[in-house]
């Protein structure tokens, strides 16, 4: 590390000392080391490994990579501390951490870690041809202090020689409610030319509102949500909702703590940018590289199946569902020409839209059905409601003659999760379009 982090010295004020005489004499001015050169004084190097020591613990580190979903590649890696005492029991990095006393030492052991494991990082750098980032996690106590904004960090990068644009700075999103110092702290980052990834979002009291207005680069979707997500349906159908507000916020998506197929397949579902988990990778103290973490097979086996399920189960619906607008369009009565569709499982109710995408009378329900107590019941009546904005009105319109499938959303009419099959065609002069609801709650 010598060649590449060089010591400097700065000099500060002359130091004065008084003589027997009482005279007072100014003698060669001291080294004033600065917070940088402090921090090298704690590092020494193992088989060219940089190793921190701190209150008696060995500060190491690892690297766990991050994947582009779409690109099926390693793009970046973060760098997690590792600590052990000095017979080699392992200290839990929140523990070792919280071995510092007072802000001093809180900002030190913070700034020894980056240093450590920016090094250590550089020294494979080889292997990435300089097309990967390096996740960097500041202690919140430093952005609180607003101990960093200063010059630290760019004399790191500088004597490292490492670009400012490869690091990503992580601060926990949560941990800073202040949202004038947080914006401050996203901004300082940013003006150095590094990315800044707000950490653990969604882990607490988290608020889309603070990634609008402190404009992250990427935000990191805490464990809990891809957990959530695995186990409840209303999660996973919530999570793209989430994915797409942060795109909406111009920041990247990044899934942590993907642990299996199962949360992999969630995670490309949602439209994720980038994730990270064991599933894919575990931390290693030697960067990985190579190999998509299984994300091709994943993407492949679920989308597959899903497409097949999506097909099997709907191909029927669509069958009868054209055989109804084709009875619409001949002049057949709208409950008449969808009996055998209203007679199906799962089926709802059954609409008219005209061009305009006003709604041409009553929805008609399967026989015997009463309208569904709704807790939307306000909204139920939907005769000359105007559709035009849904997905199911416009994308028959643009596609006459072809029956549409919507994307899964909410009903205003029975407050459950559906479907809606959608085809547009000629009646005499007019443009009509045949909708079906179609319940899509297991």
Not at 149 to 176: C, H, K, M, W, Y
Not at 233 to 243: E, Q, S, T, Y
Request: glycine share 6%; net charge neutral.
């Amino acid at each position: 590390m010598q060649s590449r982090l060089r010591r400097e010295q700065r000099i500060g004020p002359p130091r004065l000392w008084q003589d027997r005489g009482g005279t007072i004499s100014a003698i060669e001015p001291a080294p004033c080391l600065s917070a940088l050169d402090k921090v090298e004084q704690a590092i020494v190097y193992e088989n060219g490994r940089a190793v921190g020591s701190f209150r008696g613990m060995r500060m190491d580190g690892c690297f766990q990579p991050i994947y582009s979903l779409p690109h099926r590649r390693i793009v970046g890696h973060e760098a997690l501390l590792r600590a052990s005492l000095n017979n080699g029991v392992a200290v839990p990095p929140p523990q070792a951490l919280a071995a510092a006393q007072g802000e001093t030492e809180q900002v030190f052991v913070d700034r020894l870690c980056r240093a450590l494991h920016l090094f250590n990082y550089q020294t494979h750098d080889a292997h990435s041809d300089g097309m990967t980032w390096l996740f960097l996690n500041i202690s919140t106590a430093v952005v609180s202090q607003r101990q960093d904004f200063g010059s630290f960090f760019t004399d790191l990068l500088n004597r490292a020689q490492f670009p400012a644009r490869r690091v990503v700075v992580e601060i926990l999103e949560g941990a800073v409610p202040d949202l004038v110092l947080l914006s401050e702290a996203v901004a300082w980052y940013q003006s150095l030319g590094c990315l800044v990834a707000l950490d653990d979002f969604g882990a607490q009291a988290s608020n889309i509102e603070r990634i609008w207005r402190t404009s992250p680069d990427i935000v990191k979707l805490d464990r809990s949500l891809i957990a959530a997500a695995e186990k409840s349906p209303k999660a996973r159908r919530v999570l793209p909702a989430i994915v797409a507000l942060i795109h909406e916020a111009g920041s990247l998506a990044l899934v942590e703590g993907v642990e299996n197929p199962q949360q992999s397949a969630i995670a490309l579902d949602c439209d994720a940018d980038l994730a990270q988990g064991f599933y894919f990778a575990r931390p290693a103290p030697v960067p990985l590289y190579r190999g998509d973490g299984g994300i091709a097979s994943v993407a492949d086996m679920h989308l597959a199946s899903s497409e097949v399920s999506k097909r099997n189960f709907l191909e029927s619906y669509v069958t009868v569902f054209r055989q109804a607008a084709r009875a619409v369009q001949a002049g057949l009565a709208l409950r008449n020409a969808c009996a055998e569709l209203l007679s199906m499982d799962r089926v709802d109710r059954c609409f008219l839209i005209n061009e305009a995408g006003i709604q041409i009378g009553a929805s008609v329900l399967p026989a015997g059905k009463q309208p569904a107590i709704s807790r939307f019941a306000p909204l139920e009546d939907a005769a000359g409601i105007n559709w035009s904005r849904r997905p199911y009105h416009y994308c028959a319109l643009s596609q006459a003659g072809e029956a549409q499938i919507s994307r899964p959303y909410l009903s205003v009419a029975n407050s459950r999760l559906c479907v809606t099959l959608s085809m547009a065609f000629r009646q005499g002069s007019e443009l009509i379009v045949l909708c079906c609801d179609i319940n899509w709650e297991v």
